[in-house]
C-alpha cells in the first residue's frame, strides 16, 4: 500500500467538556475519494477544521505528505497543497467570481508583495481563474460580484477557489448542503470528473452521493471512528447500522 | 466597468481643479487666507487619505491615527531645533519614524480584533501624546516653534505660500495616486481580501496578519508626510495635534467623505473643515451644530458623500 | 510610611471612581454592543449639574441628589432620542455618532457655564481630616467617597447577581440573542441599563467635582481610562471592570507619587523630571498594551464560558 498522504494519529478536540474528536485515527491514500459520515455533531466539521488548521487539537497528530503539519497555521497548510471548502459559503462577498479565484491562484503563484502593477490585469492569474471557473462550470459568471451569485452557483466558486490553490489534498466540507436535486446531480458528476485528478476527503450528508462517489468511507459517532473501510464493508457493517444508518432518514432530512 | 462619465467622477474632477487654480484665485482676488486655510485642509486630506488605506480598504479601525501627524511634525521640529535644516533629511527621518512606530503598535494591535483593536490604537496614540508632553527641551506641553521651513536647497522655497501650497496638493495628489495603485496592485487585493473575509484568505494560503501590518505600515508612513507637512505649515509643533480628538477627526473626516473610496477622505477633509470654519464664523458654538450633524450623517447618509453621489448618478 | 498610606487611599478612591464609570461603560457595551464615547460627557454633565444644584439648594447633600436624577434623565433622554436607532450598527458608527455627542456637549456647557470652571465647595462637616491610624489622618470627603463608591459596587453586585433583571443582564452580556428569545422587552431593558450606566457616570462625576475643577473635557481623559479598564478587564464583565479600575487607579496615583523620586535614584535629576510625569501617564496605556497582547479579550472575558 502507497504511502499515506494524510495521516492523522490518535486527534483529540475538547470543548469544555464536551469531546469533539475522541483519539481519532484516519488515514487517506494517494488518489482515493475518502468519505466521511456521521449523525449531526459527529464532530466532521470540527476534524475539517483541525486538518486544516483553524483549529487546534488540544493532542494528537496530523501529517501531510509525510510533513508533520499539527501546528501549522491554516495558510502554510495551503501552500503546502491542502485547500478546504466550507461547509457554510465562505467567499469574498464582495468580489466578483474571477477575483476569488484569482486570488486564490495569486496565493500561489509567487509573493503578493507587489504594490504597483494592476493586479486585475495579470494574465496569468486571470487565466488560471478562467480555467478554475471553466473546470466546475461558472467561466460565464466570471465578472459577476459573488453576492449576485446563486447559491448552486456559489458552492461550485467554493471549488473552484479550492481548484486554483492546485491542491495535493481537496477537503470538501458538504458540497452538496442546501443545494437542489439537479443542482446535487451537476455536483456529483463534477466531483466524479476530479476525483481523477485529486485526492478528496468528502464529509457529506447525502448518503446517496457518498456511496455513488466513495473509495472508502470513515463513519464518525460522537467524535470517534466506528467504522472505515470500503462502501460495501460499512453497508455491512452491524455497529454502523445501530448507530448511524438506522437513523438515516432522520439524518438526510436534516442535510 | 461602469461609465467614467459620472456624478461622482465630475465632482472629484471639479474639485482636483478648483484645488489646482485656487493660488491663482487667490491672488487675483487677495484673499490670502483661502490659501493657507486649504494649505491645511489638503494636508489633513492626506492624513484622511492614509486613514482610508487602513480603514476602508484595510478594514483596521484605528483610533490612533494623528499620532503620526505628532511624530512626523516633531521629526521636523526637533532636527529644525538641532539644527539640521535641510528638509533631505527632516522629511525623510519623519517618515521612517512613522513607519517604525507604526510597525511596532501594529505588530502588538493586530493581534486583537473589533472594540479592543479601536482602544489599543487609541491607546498607544495617547502613550505618544504624553511622550511629546514629556519633552521638556522641545517645549513640552507648551509645543515647539519652527522657525525656519524644511530647506530644500534650490528646488522648492517652502517659505513661499504658493509654492508651499503646491508641495503640499502634490504630496496630496502623489499619495493618492500612489493609494491608487496598491489598492488595485495584488497587495492591495489580499488586503482588501482579509478585510472581507479573514478566515477565507488564510485557508487559500495568505498569511493574513503579516499583510495587514504592512498595510498597517505603508499608512502611518504616508501620515507622517502629512505630519510634516503640517508642522512646516504652522512653524509649529505641539503635543495637541496627537490628541485623541484629532485622531476623532481624522476618522470623520474618512466617514464623511466615504470609507472605502479613493477620493472619499479629500472630499471628507474638504467638507469637514469648511463647515467647520463656516459654522465658526456665524457662531462661536460652531461645535454644537457640527455634533449633532455628525450624528445625522451617521444614522442618514452611510457611505459618506461619494455614497450620496453615486446613488444619485444612478438616478 | 504615612504617604504610602495617604496615597495608596488615594489611588483606592480613584479606582473606585473609575469603577463607577467603567461599570456602566462596560454594561451599555456589553449587552447593546454599544460604544459610548460620550460616557465622559455624563460624568461632565454630573458634575456641572452637582455644581448648579448645590448652589442653588446650599445644601450638598441635596444637591448631589438632584444632580443625579438630572444625569438619568439625561442619559435616558439621549437613549431615547438618538442612541437606540444606533443598535446593531457597526462600532465605528457608534464612535462617530457619539464623538459628535462630545462635541456637542462641551459645547453646549460652554454656552451654558462659560469657558471658565465651576468649583463645588465641600460642606464643613466633610472637610474635616478624619483619624485612621493613630498620626493617620484622611480627608472625611474621599472616606465618603471610598464608602459611597463602595456602596454602589456591593448595590451593583447584589442588582447584577441577585435579582431577576440582574440575571437577563448577565444573559444579555454573555449572549445577546438569548435575551430576545426570553420574550423580554429588549427596548425598555436597554433603556433602563443605559441610564443606569448614565447615572453611574453622573455619580462619579459629581463626587469627584469638589477634588478637582468643574471643568469642559474633564471627561475626556477620564473616559479613556474607563475604556481601558473594560479593556483590561474583559468587556461585558462588571468582576472584571471592578478589578482593573482598582488596579489602575492604583497604579495611576502611586505612579505619579512616586515614581519620580524612583527615578532620581537611577537617572540624573534633569532627566527623571523629564521621565517622570511621562512615564506616570504611560503606565496605564503600558499596561494594557501588555494585558492585550498576552489576552486579547481582556482578564475576564464575560463572553466566554
Sequence with gaps: MAEPLLRVENLIKRFGGLVATDKLSMEVTPGELHAIIGPNGAGKTTLISQLTGQLVPDSGAIYFAGRDITNLPPYERSRLGLARSFQITSLLRDFTAADNVALAAQAHAGHSYRFWADARKEQPLREAARAALARVGLDKRADVPVSELSHGEQRELELAVALATKPQLLLLDEPMAGLGITESQRMVALLKELRKEVTIVLVEHDMEAVFALADRITVLVYGRVIASGKPDEIRSNEEVKRAYLGDQHAVTSQG | ?315 | MLVVVEQSLNGLQFGLLLFLLAAGLTLVFGIMDFVNLAHGSLYMMGAYFAATFVAWTGNFILGAVMALGATLLLGILLEFVALRHLYGRDHLDHVLATFGLILFFNDAVRLIWGPAGLALPLPAWLTVPVQLLPGVYYPAYRLSIIAVALLVAALLYVVVMRTRIGMLIRAGASNREMIGALGINIKLLFTLVFGLGAALAGLAGLMQAPILTVQIGMGENILILAFVIIVIGGIGSIRGAFMAAIFVGMIDTLGRAFLPDLLRKVLSSTAASTAAPALSSMLIYLLMAIVLVVRPEGLFPAAKR
Design chain 2, 1 to 315: 466597468m461602469k461609465s467614467a462619465l459620472n456624478l461622482r467622477n465630475v465632482v472629484v474632477v471639479l474639485v482636483i481643479a478648483g484645488l489646482v487654480l485656487l493660488p491663482v484665485y487667490s491672488a487675483l482676488t487677495g484673499k490670502v487666507f483661502i490659501l493657507t486655510m486649504f494649505t491645511r485642509i489638503i494636508i489633513l486630506a492626506l492624513a484622511a487619505a492614509s486613514l482610508n488605506l487602513i480603514m476602508g480598504y484595510g478594514g483596521m479601525m484605528s483610533f490612533g491615527h494623528a499620532a503620526y501627524l505628532g511624530i512626523g511634525g516633531y521629526a521636523v521640529g526637533i532636527l529644525a531645533f538641532e539644527g539640521t535644516g535641510s528638509g533631505f533629511i527632516q522629511w525623510p527621518v519623519a517618515l521612517l519614524a512613522s513607519a517604525l512606530f507604526a510597525l511596532v503598535i501594529g505588530a502588538l494591535s493586530l493581534r486583537t480584533r473589533g472594540v479592543y483593536f479601536i482602544m489599543i490604537t487609541l491607546a498607544f496614540a495617547q502613550m505618544a501624546y504624553y511622550i511629546a508632553s514629556s519633552l521638556s527641551r522641545y517645549g513640552a506641553d507648551d509645543g515647539l516653534t519652527i522657525y525656519k521651513r524644511s530647506n530644500f536647497g534650490g528646488v522648492v522655497d517652502l517659505s513661499n505660500r504658493t509654492q508651499f501650497y503646491y508641495v503640499c496638493l502634490a504630496c496630496l495628489l502623489g499619495g493618492t495616486y500612489l493609494i491608487w495603485r496598491i489598492v488595485n496592485s495584488r497587495f492591495g487585493l489580499v488586503v482588501q481580501g482579509v478585510r472581507s473575509n479573514e478566515q477565507r484568505m488564510q485557508a487559500i494560503g495568505f498569511n493574513a496578519n503579516r499583510y495587514r501590518l504592512v498595510c498597517f505600515v505603508i499608512s502611518g508612513t504616508i501620515c507622517g508626510l502629512a505630519g510634516a507637512l503640517l508642522a512646516n505649515n504652522t512653524d509649529f509643533v505641539s503635543p495637541a495635534v496627537m490628541y485623541w480628538t484629532r485622531s476623532g477627526d481624522l476618522m470623520v473626516m474618512v466617514i464623511l467623505g466615504g470609507m472605502g473610496t479613493l477620493f472619499g477622505p479629500v472630499i471628507g477633509a474638504i467638507v469637514f473643515l469648511l463647515l467647520e470654519e463656516l459654522l465658526s464664523q456665524v457662531t462661536e458654538y460652531w461645535a454644537m451644530i457640527m455634533g449633532p450633524l455628525l450624528l445625522l450623517i451617521v444614522l442618514f447618509a452611510r457611505g459618506g458623500i461619494m455614497g450620496l453621489l453615486g446613488r444619485f448618478s444612478r438616478g
